[in-house]
């Protein structure tokens, strides 16, 4: 049997629900000869600014049970680099390739999508509103659903591409900020940015993290994000999701997908093991052959969900 | 390109507490290693550790005739401590070799280069004088550690470089000077000798003070830098040094063996 494992975000057409998460896999091209880079349903690039980004000072990572903590504050080639240099190749590699980009203001984001353009070999546009890892950056907007409002609609004038909105789960109410995003013209949300944390080396007294404060990411943070997935799906159910947040196995895709995500973004796992992108759409379409799945779009959004009953109490 | 592969555990052994080297089988890794190469290390599948642990390739050598590579380990914390407890035939995913290697391809008979240890960053060290004593270059060894345990492996650097060529300092005397690595380094360029180039690695009050040294004595260098990695190959940018452009630059993608004047140590 053979498995149908394309799906369809609104305007955007995959071959798989199999991306990669910006920030975990570089502009694509680092991980040829570990992936097949056209085999994957797409490919979110580095944070993209209008011009390159140095980042933070180091230490810009640690390790924590399950996961890591990151600050690496955006540094990326710029716009322009990207364009001319990376896309080309990226495109020649068969590559379904989203741009992220984000900004300090609405003006940057828009300077962004001009450079952009409607070139064709971007799949996507992914605003990241959610980078918890910088002082000014695009936090601002996805903190505040109105900001966010007003940042999406100049965004979906600037550019025809297919538009996502990479939410935060630092937000406090997602929901609110997912639906900000669509009423202001996005076409797919993507969640979960990483969670705000902090490591102490308590010799120094310090943060771990010269920034203080890092952006938890990995297996620790997966059934929340998983949460969030969910509580996006059942208030937006016609509006796609990219469902992201520690993802490593076949089952966890599955997870993601069941819970209402569209397609999934696989993050810090590949740097843990570079192939395990190329290895998932292999063994989605191996599960779901073995589970008598013939389309793999038709699993999404199948969560059972039983009624929450009200607590009772004991007589008196 | 780095090969990831799984390379079977050959032998452990364990010098101290907190020291040991792993010997695992060669690969394909083995025949593409150069001096100052790493490779990434997955030290089992759970959750802590969660990422590879990078080590420098210490030696290509062989055990019981079999080719391999041997890393050098310092116990520091869950990663390291895990290594230790491999058992033999255990495969480990190991992904490498990675990183710019210490530039050596100008050096030949009549070169003469300093290489300067400090504590674990003996183990880039380690092939690099296997290669150099190959090629006939002169090659000093200065390698300071708190104590005589702290040094590591000197038998093969005295059968590489010969034994009038190494040269120790401890914090406590209890092998070579009393003091530190870089007075020995002080010492003999005080007297007048030259070297083409000073290679090192250790922790980095050491760079810095190599640093140091290099600028008055106009020295050129290569450092091998460390820092904490979770990719190892250029991608999660999590690895940086300040360089001397304003921008930073990856350990692992860029270095680790980079001159000292790429470096802005008052950023470090
Ligand atoms: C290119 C390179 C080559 C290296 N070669 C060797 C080697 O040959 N032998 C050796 O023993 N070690 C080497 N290291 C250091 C080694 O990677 C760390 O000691 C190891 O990652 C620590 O893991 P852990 O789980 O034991 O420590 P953790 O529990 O993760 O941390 C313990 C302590 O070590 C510090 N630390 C964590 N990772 C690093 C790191 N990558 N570099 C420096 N400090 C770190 C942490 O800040 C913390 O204070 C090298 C590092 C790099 C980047
Ligand atoms: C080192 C690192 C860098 C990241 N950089 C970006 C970025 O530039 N833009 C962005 O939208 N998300 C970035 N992220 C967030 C990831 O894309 C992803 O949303 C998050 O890590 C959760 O997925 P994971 O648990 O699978 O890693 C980064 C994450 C990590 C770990
Ligand atoms: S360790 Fe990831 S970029 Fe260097």
Redesign the interface.
Known sequence: MSVDLAVRLGPLALRNPIATASGTFGYGLEFEGYVDLGGLGAISVKGLSRRPCHGNPPPRICEVDAGMLNAIGLQNIGIDTFLGERLPLLHAKGATVIANIWGDTEDEYVEVLERIGDDARVAAIELNVSCPNVVKGGMVFGNDPVALAALVKRCRVATKLPLVVKLSPNSGDIVAAARAAVDSGADILSLINTLVGLAIDLERREPKIGFTTGGLSGPAIRPIALRMVWEVRRALPNVPLFGMGGIETVENVLEFLVAGATAVQVGTANFRDPFVSGRLVKELAAWCDRHGVDRVADLVGTLKTRPRPEHTFAKA | ?PV?EELRVLKTLSYDATHYSLFVQAGSIGALTRPGHFAML?AGDG??????RAFSIADVTTVAGVPALEFVVKVVGVGTAALAHFAEGTPL?V?GPLGVPFPIDDLGRDDRVALVAGGIGLAPLVLLSRVLAARGVTAELFYGGRNEKDVLKRADFERFLGAHRCAYATDDGSLGRKGLVTELLQRELSAGKTYKRLYACGPVPLFRALARIADEADLETSFALE?????G??????????ARD???ATVCKEGPCLPHTAIDWS?V
């Open positions: 390109m990831n997955q959750l802590r550790p969660y990422l590879r995913p992904l820092s904490e990695m979770a990719c190959f250029g991608v999660c940018l999590g690895c940086v040094v300040p304003g921008r930073f950023r």
